[in-house]
Structures are given as C-alpha cells and as structure tokens.
C-alpha cells in the first residue's frame, strides 16, 4: 500500500511513521509513506496557502490553487483509490471502514487545517471525508495519522499474528473481553478459572458472554446494530 500524505507540518508526522508497527511495515516493504508539503505549489511570495473567507468571518480557509496543483500532480503519477479529507463533519471512521481501505492500493490523505479547505477542492477531488470524533483538532495531521494506524495494522503481514487483529473489539460488531495474563495470582486477585481449565469451548463462551456483556455497558448502540 502506498499512502500520501498532503499537510503543512510533515516533519510533525515523521516520527510517528518511524516508530513502531508503522515502521515494521514499511521495512517489510508492505507500506510506502510519502508526505507532501503543501507550501511547495504555493504561488505567493511568502509560500502561505490560507487567504481569508469569501463573506467574512474569523479564522482562515486552505486555498483551492495549491491544494489543486498538489492533488493533481499526484493523480498524473498514479491512480487513487480514495482521496481522503480529514474533516469533523466527515463519516465518522469504524472498523468496517478500516477493513475496506486495508484493501486499497494507492490511498492520498488531505490534512485539513484553520477553518477548513475550499469548498470547491471538497466537490471535486475529494472522494471521502473521514472525521475520528465529535471535536476538533488544531490540524488534521493526528487524524490522519490515527486514520492510518487502524487501516496499516490490518494489512496482511504488517502484524505478525494476524488473528491478533481479527479478534479486535469492533471486528465482530462487539468490544473485546477482559484479558488475563501470569501470574494467576496477584495480591488476592486471580484469573477466572475457566481461562485456566484447558477447556477451549468453554473458554470461547466465557469470552463471548463477556464481550457482549461489556458491550451492552459500554457501547449499547452495538448491539441495536446487530
């Protein structure tokens, strides 16, 4: 998979990509990051790419001219399966969503920034806009990052125990049960005993019964869905 990344900060993104299972991946040869400095298609003489809204108003807008000029050159070199928009009012990103951009080849993500992008890159470039919550950030660039981390770890190969991921909260529209690892004992508190028999349907129950359990607590509207 290949992923570019469009912002004005990509030195605040670099170490997120060069640590941990981001890195892994891309050592592996299974990720390819690329980030783009939108200051770069600026055409004005101090490099910005903000200008003040039509209307008035506080706060900024991104530019439709560099933002354009970025996006299409991208597209004259490869084809995009999605050209993604981090933006609050987007889909709200969930584990579904992560599996099916897993699949994707070539994926370009736009880091929104001030009061937004020009309306008319949103129209007509962007093909779909992803919010990670109800609240809104300095700058897109943590949202896309998080955005990327739920979509790579899915790609085969990038985690070594794959069924690691497949057993996620959300992946079978549950949360996750309670985990449990040595000693069996601490302070008085111990593991349930069930996890300890050896009996693997038995096991598999408890779980099941657990995650429904924690869901129906923590996230009720699961199980509406279901």
Known sequence: MRI???TLFPNMMNMFFEESIMKRAQKKGLLEVVFHDLHDYSTTRYGSVDDYPYGGGAGMVMGIEPLAACIEK???ERAYDDIIYTAPDGEMLSQPMSN????????MVLCGHYKGVDERIREHFITREISIGDYVLTGGELAAAVICDTVVRLIPGVIGD???ALSDSF???LVAPPEYTRPPEFRGWKVPDVLLSGNHAKIEQWRYEQAVERTRQRRPHLLNEK
């Open 4 to 6: 570019d990344i469009l």
């Open 74 to 76: 991208l597209q004259g």
């Open 100 to 107: 099916e951009l897993s699949l994707k080849e070539n994926l």
């Open 162 to 164: 794959e069924q690691s």
């Open 171 to 173: 992946q079978d529209g």
